[in-house]
């Protein structure tokens, strides 16, 4: 066996592949990663990204603005890291067997809302990956770089080209073994690594540019498409941002766009629609890594409890969850709107007050649920709020169609 020292010589001079590539791949796979894909950095791929310009130039990220600003850097690794020859992609496979979305009676969370933060979680995995990377003759000094939703590279282009799934239609990176539901995280490096196939033969044919086209394996199949509540996507694996319940409810922290607000439906924090309707779901499995720690008691919370939540009240249940990142005002909105799609009357008297709340937006929200919940009622429940007022946009929002 060779000496871990051995092993830095021989990888830093040359590329790393096979049964090294594998030994370097288990150990990886062993600090919890379901997968672990290589791709190489092709000098060529740099520059091409015109499906990513369109989306940028159609406004398609609404009010994202630091996608805007880091754009050529998503386009180009090397403007990333200089001198990066691999991206390690991983995926942590978060699926589950509890029916939270199906569940009508309480507000539906994303599905990955109900883990602690995975930016934090599989962070840690990835310090670790770093330290096995430099082991194997990564440099040390920012030789490396890894991101896990927080940077600006093109997370789902790099784990296609690295086969560790293909784009479907709902732009969701799709895993062959855990469906819809895989994080994907990255590290670029300097170290070169024997590259993994892409998953479908069509996909080499895009060797060389950037993008690879979306819905490779979906063959006719639309479902997605077709399922989404805000008709968010347009084109096959183009979701446009301004439409998307996950964007509305998640990103946007002011007023959720009137149109889009019944769509929303009883979604509370982002949306999986497109996600769940998906027949490569079939091949999802339960969530066992050690990067991940379950929060599922967030299912469980009645409409009534997140109306009702105090700041104190707040901060402790969603104790490092990603939900914590929207603050209360923005759950009591999306709850707002919940509520206003509820059909439940029971919920008037809690709207009613939170129509009074310090928060515009918690405000303007608030008085649009009362008027869909009371109809003609509305007048009634709403009269101590309406003498308070004096937001122009909150007042809107007493005489909107
Ligand atoms: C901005 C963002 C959003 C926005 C915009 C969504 C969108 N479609 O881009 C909003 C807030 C709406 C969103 C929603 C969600 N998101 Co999001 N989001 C991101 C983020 C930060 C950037 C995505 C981006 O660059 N979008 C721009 C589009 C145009 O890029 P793209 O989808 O990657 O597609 C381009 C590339 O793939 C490129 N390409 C194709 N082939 C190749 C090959 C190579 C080599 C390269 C370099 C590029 C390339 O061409 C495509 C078209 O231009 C990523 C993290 C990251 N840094 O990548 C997470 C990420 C995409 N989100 C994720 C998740 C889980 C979600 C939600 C499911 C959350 C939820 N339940 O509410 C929804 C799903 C919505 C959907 N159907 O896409 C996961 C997806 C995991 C997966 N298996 O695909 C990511 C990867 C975060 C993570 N680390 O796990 N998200
Ligand atoms: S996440 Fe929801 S709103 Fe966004 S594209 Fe998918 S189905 Fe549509
Ligand atoms: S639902 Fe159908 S079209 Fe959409 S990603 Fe899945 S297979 Fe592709």
Same mark, same amino acid.
Not at 91 to 98: C, L, M, Q, T
Not at 102 to 129: C, F, N, Q, S
């Given at each position: 066996?060779?000496?871990?020292?051995?092993?830095?010589?021989?990888?830093?001079?040359?590329?790393?592949?096979?049964?090294?590539?594998?030994?370097?791949?288990?150990?990886?796979?062993?600090?919890?990663?379901?997968?672990?894909?290589?791709?190489?950095?092709?000098?060529?791929?740099?520059?091409?990204?015109?499906?990513?310009?369109?989306?940028?130039?159609?406004?398609?990220?609404?009010?994202?603005?630091?996608?805007?600003?880091?754009?050529?850097?998503?386009?180009?690794?090397?403007?990333?890291?200089?001198?990066?020859?691999?991206?390690?992609?991983?995926?942590?496979?978060?699926?589950?067997?509890?029916?939270?979305?199906?569940?009508?009676?309480?507000?539906?969370?994303?599905?990955?809302?109900?883990?602690?933060?995975?930016?934090?979680?599989?962070?840690?995995?990835?310090?670790?990956?770093?330290?096995?990377?430099?082991?194997?003759?990564?440099?040390?000094?920012?030789?490396?770089?890894?991101?896990?939703?927080?940077?600006?590279?093109?997370?789902?282009?790099?784990?296609?080209?690295?086969?560790?799934?293909?784009?479907?239609?709902?732009?969701?990176?799709?895993?062959?073994?855990?469906?819809?539901?895989?994080?994907?995280?990255?590290?670029?490096?300097?170290?070169?690594?024997?590259?993994?196939?892409?998953?479908?033969?069509?996909?080499?044919?895009?060797?060389?540019? &950037?993008?690879?086209?979306? $819905? +490779?394996?979906?063959?006719? *199949?639309?479902? @997605?498409?077709?399922? #989404? /509540?805000? !008709?968010?996507?347009?084109?096959?694996?183009?979701?446009?941002?301004?439409?998307?319940?996950?964007?509305?409810?998640?990103?946007?922290?002011?007023?959720?766009?009137?149109? &889009?607000?019944?769509?929303? $439906? +009883?979604?509370?924090?982002? *949306?999986?629609? @497109?996600?769940?309707? #998906? /027949?490569? !779901?079939?091949?999802?499995?339960?969530?066992?890594?050690?990067?991940?720690?379950?929060?599922?008691?967030?299912?469980?919370?009645?409409?009534?409890?997140?109306?009702?939540?105090?700041?104190?009240?707040?901060?402790?249940?969603?104790?490092?969850?990603?939900?914590?990142?929207?603050?209360?005002?923005?759950?009591?909105?999306?709850?707002?709107?919940?509520?206003?799609?509820?059909?439940?009357?029971?919920?008037?008297?809690?709207?009613?007050?939170?129509?009074?709340?310090?928060?515009?937006?918690?405000?303007?929200?608030?008085?649009?649920?009362?008027?869909?919940?009371?109809?003609?009622?509305?007048?009634?429940?709403?009269?101590?709020?309406?003498?308070?007022?004096?937001?122009?946009?909150?007042?809107?929002?007493?005489?909107?169609?």
């Amino acid at each position: 066996m060779e000496s871990a020292e051995g092993l830095f010589v021989s990888a830093a001079s040359s590329m790393i592949s096979g049964e090294q590539r594998e030994q370097l791949r288990a150990q990886l796979q062993a600090l919890g990663f379901d997968e672990v894909r290589f791709a190489a950095v092709e000098p060529s791929a740099a520059a091409a990204g015109q499906a990513f310009d369109d989306w940028l130039q159609g406004g398609m990220q609404a009010d994202m603005a630091w996608m805007l600003r880091t754009a050529e850097k998503r386009k180009d690794v090397q403007m990333v890291l200089p001198g990066a020859r691999t991206v390690v992609a991983f995926g942590v496979n978060y699926g589950s067997d509890s029916e939270n979305s199906m569940k009508a009676e309480h507000p539906v969370w994303a599905h990955y809302a109900l883990y602690e933060d995975y930016h934090e979680t599989i962070a840690a995995g990835l310090r670790k990956a770093g330290r096995v990377l430099e082991e194997w003759g990564a440099a040390t000094q920012g030789g490396q770089r890894w991101y896990v939703d927080t940077g600006p590279i093109l997370e789902r282009g790099w784990a296609a080209r690295a086969g560790l799934g293909f784009r479907g239609k709902n732009g969701m990176l799709i895993s062959r073994r855990y469906g819809n539901w895989l994080f994907l995280a990255v590290v670029v490096t300097q170290l070169e690594i024997a590259p993994d196939a892409p998953v479908s033969a069509r996909a080499s044919i895009a060797q060389g540019r &950037l993008e690879e086209p979306a $819905g +490779l394996l979906c063959g006719k *199949c639309t479902r @997605c498409m077709v399922a #989404c /509540p805000t !008709n968010a996507i347009p084109r096959p694996g183009i979701v446009d941002a301004r439409r998307c319940i996950s964007y509305q409810t998640i990103e946007n922290r002011g007023i959720i766009p009137r149109e &889009l607000r019944t769509g929303i $439906g +009883l979604r509370v924090y982002g *949306c999986d629609v @497109c996600l769940e309707v #998906c /027949p490569w !779901n079939r091949f999802a499995q339960q969530a066992h890594s050690m990067l991940l720690v379950a929060r599922n008691e967030l299912a469980g919370l009645s409409l009534a409890e997140l109306l009702a939540l105090t700041p104190e009240r707040f901060a402790s249940v969603f104790r490092r969850t990603a939900v914590k990142r929207l603050k209360l005002v923005g759950l009591l909105r999306n709850a707002c709107v919940v509520a206003g799609n509820s059909g439940e009357r029971e919920h008037l008297a809690a709207l009613a007050k939170l129509a009074e709340h310090e928060s515009a937006s918690v405000r303007a929200h608030a008085v649009w649920a009362v008027r869909r919940l009371a109809g003609n009622d509305a007048e009634g429940w709403l009269q101590q709020a309406r003498a308070l007022e004096s937001d122009a946009t909150v007042l809107s929002e007493y005489v909107a169609d």
